[in-house]
């Protein structure tokens, strides 16, 4: 978690430009293709994590917490949780 709001700002804006590392970027990449159409992941991408020094354990828990987050995001949006 960051106080820095120029890097909350880069990280919203986009995050390919954003001054992190390139784990992270790489890691955000996985998250956002598991968002978008999970099916079209493959072996190369968690190759593409591991290279960058994540382990299967890591991926399972990337994995796992951006499929949480989406899951209750989507209940909330079918549910109205949240609209004014």
């Known amino acids: 978690m960051t106080l820095d ?3 909350v700002k880069a990280l919203k804006e986009d995050y390919q430009t954003a001054p992190i590392s390139e ?3 790489l890691m955000l ?3 956002s293709q598991l968002t978008r159409d999970a099916t079209r992941l493959s072996a190369q991408d968690h190759d593409r994590l591991r290279a960058v020094g994540f382990d299967d354990r890591s991926i ?3 994995t796992l ?3 949480w987050f989406n899951y209750i ?3 909330a949006d079918a549910l109205g949780v949240g609209r004014d």
């Open 65 to 67: 917490i951006a499929s």
């Open 29 to 31: 990449d996985y998250v």
């Open 5 to 7: 709001e120029e890097l």
């Open 73 to 75: 995001n989507r209940v």
């Open 60 to 62: 399972l828990q990337i």
């Open 23 to 25: 784990q992270d970027k």
